[in-house]
T-cell receptor
């Protein structure tokens, strides 16, 4: 158990809908990352938050947004969903930058868009 | 061309064999190199972490980085059926930003 908690574990929704994925980082970790894993694209970095502020942005679509709350949990919002958004979405967390590059991944949220 | 290339396999070897997994990359700014193991339908877990060129050993696992060739390897000695998983290499430029770029992953099966 990595200590990173993601909900829901599985989600099936229709095209055009909006969903919210939630993540609780490991206790004490200030950074939260979101990654998308699909069969054709592999594991891709979407966005990073550090202590509530956006720190880095990757290949995140404009239809997707994220935020990190004062209690450090994070949400990834996916809107106007398309079939191609079906993927496994991982949240990960890490401590302060001085503690190294150890990033701990959650179990993921399986999103199926039908 | 992808920044990180990794042979997706699948790779199947007998128990006890030495396994070699490799990645090549094109971005010379990468300084931090990692190997993750991912079991089916689970999150990736960090196996090895290396900064810059050199070797690092941890039990049955050895990671090698050759920045001059832009090539990294993971060796697994005395492979066990429990090592069957997908292995992903990952790299980043900056320790602070920690934006990881992953390879496609190699699916490995160790046959008893």
């Amino acid at each position: 158990d990595s200590g990173v908690t993601q909900t829901p574990k599985h989600l099936i929704t229709a095209t055009g809908q909006r969903v919210t994925l939630r993540c609780s980082p490991r206790s004490g970790d200030l950074s939260v990352y979101w990654y998308q894993q699909s069969l054709d694209q592999g594991l891709q970095f979407l966005i990073q938050y550090y202590n509530g502020e956006e720190r880095a942005k990757g290949n995140i679509l404009e239809r997707f947004s994220a935020q990190q709350f004062p209690d450090l949990h994070s949400e990834l919002n996916l809107s106007s969903l398309e079939l191609g958004d079906s993927a496994l979405y991982f949240c990960a967390s890490s401590g302060r930058p001085s503690s190294g590059n150890t990033i701990y991944f959650g179990e993921g949220s399986w999103l199926t868009v039908v | 061309q992808k920044e990180v290339e990794q042979d997706p396999g699948p790779l199947s070897v007998p128990e006890g064999a030495i396994v070699s997994l490799n990645c090549t990359y094109s971005n010379s700014a990468f300084q931090y190199f990692m190997w993750y193991r991912q079991y089916s339908r689970k999150g990736p877990e960090l196996l090895m972490y290396t900064y810059s060129s050199g070797n690092k050993e941890d039990g049955r696992f050895t990671a090698q980085v050759d920045k001059s060739s832009k090539y990294i390897s993971l060796f697994i000695r005395d492979s066990q059926p429990s090592d069957s998983a997908t292995y992903l290499c990952a790299m980043s430029e900056d320790q602070g930003a920690q934006k990881l770029v992953f390879g496609q992953g190699t699916r490995l099966t160790i046959n008893p």
